[in-house]
């Protein structure tokens, strides 16, 4: 009898532990994703309780804000649909996205000296405030960007090379947060997908604008490379497989291969390159990964090793095949040849205050990955200069400043190609990275190239 209730008393002791740690590890471990869940009832709660906090761009336009009708608040975007991917919204329906589900917790108050100063005010039936945000985005930018991707599905990315703050990110068809109840069975159900982030979540082979990925793997496996020239005929034969060309190159070493947008060349630097070598290359460059800029980013992708046969090797060298990246790390791409081949950290929040106006989170500038070396990236930057000088990304010259870019035309299997080009300026200094892509549109130097030199003239004009 003793040694069945000892039994029992170790089985509920057992069962009581199990509790307390199932408990700990809600509170510990997955606290921080429960909090932030934008379904999470106690947010809701919250939500009616505080006056949420103001999102400003870089300029302190504000971007998002709470108005009351009598006691009852409504989240207003006086911008309406600019950058509306970035932003987000809050709905009691919908839940939440983008930065106003990332900083919920900041917006209502829940972080900081906040917590307690609205815990005290909860006692004393007065009013509860969140922080606010500052963004790195810059809303007159952006509206550009917006402006010019028009009608077209695609995406936009302007980055400051020198401290990875976000200046764009531009995505397109867009919606507006304002009208989201109005309109969210409209916007779920279109084949265009208005609600996606195509900057940070779209997949898309990159084409021609990989070549800078594969002339830096290249040149770090044969650094002789850069003084050798390749024989272009117009087209290469791997394992039976014809692979053409946009002309008869001719002689061309590496410079002249970029500038011109050889896909011979640059078939032959990949298959020379080999699978291992490839690989560390697209990883040296964060292509994997997620950055973290402060939105979820999809990593990129490409056919598993044990699929990377001759053929897939040569189709995805020059941004086809199984490659599928996003705007975003093709902008942090172009930043690592204009940064002497670092990449900094991406970030969208330049600060966080809390509601009496005190510090509770601001950025630390800090590098991200070293995809390179200065000697490589500057072999590659020459040649992307001469793109924009007399290759195939005239389009995105300047006036009075020096452009480097790289065109793309990538083919996919859903229709007419996608228009691309990635650059930065002002490439002896450079200061600002932008990739922009249009779906279906085309050719990347009539298409995408003067896109970005519009935005880019703007841009460096308001002292970027």
């Keep these: 009898m003793k040694q069945n209730i000892l039994k029992l008393g170790f089985l509920l002791l057992g069962l009581f532990l199990i509790l307390v740690g199932y408990l700990s590890y809600l509170q510990v471990v997955r606290n921080p994703a429960l909090a932030s869940n934008p379904y999470n009832r106690r947010v809701q709660e919250m939500e009616n309780q505080t006056v ?189 497989y014809k692979l053409t060309d946009l002309a008869v190159h001719g002689e061309v070493d590496l410079k002249k291969a970029l500038a011109v947008s050889c896909n011979t060349t640059f078939a032959q630097l990949g298959l020379g390159l080999g699978t291992d070598s490839f690989y560390r290359t697209f990883k040296a460059f964060g292509l994997d990964q997620d950055p973290g800029p402060g939105i979820a980013v999809r990593p990129g992708t490409l056919a598993a090793p044990g699929d990377m046969i001759q053929t897939e090797l040569a189709s995805s060298a020059i941004g086809q095949g199984e490659v599928l990246v996003s705007p ?22 330049e600060s966080v205050r809390d509601s009496s106006g005190a510090a509770v989170q601001s950025v630390t500038q800090r590098q991200w990955l070293t995809a390179t070396t200065p000697a490589i990236s500057g072999i590659i930057k020459e040649g992307m200069i001469d793109a924009v000088r007399g290759g195939t990304a005239t389009a995105a010259a300047v006036s009075g400043v020096k452009v480097a870019g790289k065109t793309g035309s990538a083919q996919n299997p859903h229709g007419k190609t996608h228009a691309w080009f990635i650059g930065f300026a002002p490439a002896e200094q450079p200061r600002l990275a932008v990739a922009v892509v249009l779906e279906n549109a085309g050719s990347g130097a009539s298409v995408a190239a003067p896109v970005a030199g519009s935005l880019l003239a703007t841009a460096l004009a308001k002292g970027y």
């Design 52 to 240: 949420r906090g103001n999102i400003y761009d870089a300029k302190g336009v504000v971007l998002a804000r709470t108005e009351f009708d009598g006691k009852q608040g409504r989240r207003v975007y006086p911008q309406g649909d600019v950058a509306a991917h970035i932003i987000g919204y809050v709905s009691d329906r919908y839940g939440r996205a983008g930065l106003e589900s990332a900083y919920d917790s900041y917006l209502l108050g829940m972080e900081g000296s906040d917590s307690v100063r609205n815990f005290i005010n909860r006692l004393l039936g007065k009013e509860q405030k969140g922080g606010d945000l500052t963004l790195t985005i810059d809303s007159s930018l952006q509206e550009l960007a917006e402006q010019l991707l028009g009608n077209r599905r695609g995406a936009v990315v302007l980055v400051d090379t020198r401290t990875g703050a976000l200046r764009v990110v531009a995505s397109a068809p867009g919606y507006d947060p304002n009208r989201l109840e109005e309109y969210w069975p409209v916007l779920v159900q279109a084949a265009d997908s208005p609600l996606l982030n195509r900057a940070a979540q779209g997949a898309y082979p990159p084409g021609s604008t990989f070549k800078i990925i594969t002339a830096a793997g290249a040149l770090a496996d044969k650094p002789g490379l850069a003084d050798s020239t390749f024989n272009c005929q117009g087209y290469l034969m791997v394992g039976g």
């Design 328 to 349: 975003l790390h093709m902008a942090l791409a172009a930043a690592a040849i204009a940064n002497q081949g670092v990449i900094m950290h991406p970030y969208l929040v």
